[in-house]
Structure formats: structure tokens, C-alpha cells
């Protein structure tokens, strides 16, 4: 036979202060944290945080290197990455024949660098950004031509390249780096 369930009231404590106490105590460390002069809030597009060697980007084809495997496809887990079928001009005899090129959605891409990874020729890399802004979402899905191509990152021309370190003291600090790569 079941438990019957039992119905107990739990007496409150402290009045009506204390169901508000929570929120008062939040917007206090964030008025705290509002007029702090070394908060860390950063200020984009005119400070970007400069990146580490090895970022997880934006991925590019260099179609020279592709020997068209299609192991990027398969591996995407995704689905960003798919092959399709284009018309190829062989150099050496001079027929046109079909073959299968990768192109990748972004809309789907999760960055996760398995194409870039298992592709045996090199031939897809990660460059070092991935805040580009796209007017629609048709255009996040590249063609053959789009993905050999670098996305424009307007923001490096714009900002100043700061980084985030911790201190014992004050936490983490904003610091700027110059463009030799060294702290202000």
C-alpha cells in the first residue's frame, strides 16, 4: 500500500523583509560592481580579447590541398560539413568530370575542429576569430568560393587587444596589450 502523502506548513521566519532580502543583497553587490573603476565589463568593438595560438575559429578550405576524401563531412558531428558535387576541369588530360568539394553551414558548426583535425591533407585550417557578423542566415551557409575565403574581421582594425589575468588582490583585471604582444 502507498504512503499517504502529508500536507505540513512550514512557518516562515522574519517577515515580510526577509522574502526580499535576497534581491536587495544582489542589487547591492551589483551597484558594488557598477561604479568599480577596474571592472572588467569589456567594451566592444573598440577592446577584443586577444586569443590564444591553437583558437577555434572560423574554419577555411584551401582547395589545392583538398583531395576530396569527404572524411570532414562524415566526421562533423553537426552535420555542417557536406559535400557537393561540382564540375572539374582536370589539368593534365583536360576533361571535365564531377567532383565533391566541402562546404560548411555555420548555422550548425559547434567549432569543434573535428574536419580540421581528420583532414589528412591539411587542407581546412582555423584562423584565430569567430565574432563576424552576418546580415542573414542564407549567407552563413557557404558556397565552394565563400569557404575559401577568410571572413573579414573588422574588429581587429578597430579595437585594442586587451586580456583578462587574475590578481591576487583586486580579482580578474582587464589589462591592454600592445601590438609587439606586451602588457601596458
Not at 35 to 45: D, V
Not at 47 to 72: A, M, Q, T, W
Not at 158 to 165: A, F, H, Q, S, T
Request: charged content about 30%; proline content about 7%; glycine content about 6%.
Amino acid at each position: 500500500m502507498p504512503a499517504k502523502p502529508v500536507n505540513k506548513q512550514v512557518p516562515s521566519k522574519g517577515g515580510i523583509f526577509s522574502k526580499f532580502k535576497g534581491n536587495i543583497e544582489a542589487i547591492a553587490i551589483g551597484v558594488k560592481f557598477f561604479f568599480n573603476p577596474q571592472r572588467f565589463t569589456l567594451i566592444y568593438p573598440k577592446e577584443y580579447i586577444k586569443l590564444k595560438e591553437g583558437y577555434r575559429g572560423f574554419i577555411v578550405l584551401r582547395k589545392d590541398k583538398c583531395i576530396n576524401c569527404g572524411s570532414c563531412a562524415r566526421i562533423c558531428p553537426a552535420a555542417a560539413m557536406r559535400l557537393i558535387r561540382l564540375p572539374f576541369t582536370d589539368p593534365k588530360t583536360g576533361k571535365t568530370r564531377m567532383k565533391l568539394w566541402p562546404v560548411i553551414n555555420y548555422n550548425r558548426c559547434i567549432f569543434c575542429g573535428y574536419c580540421v583535425d581528420v583532414c589528412p591533407t591539411e587542407a581546412l585550417y582555423h584562423v584565430p576569430y569567430h565574432d563576424v557578423v552576418y546580415e542573414t542566415m542564407d549567407i552563413m551557409d557557404l558556397d565552394l568560393e565563400m569557404f575559401q575565403k577568410e571572413p573579414e574581421w573588422d574588429t581587429e582594425k578597430l579595437g585594442l587587444p586587451v586580456k583578462y589575468v587574475v590578481d591576487e588582490k583586486m580579482g580578474l583585471i582587464k589589462v591592454k596589450i600592445k601590438e609587439e604582444g606586451e602588457k601596458q
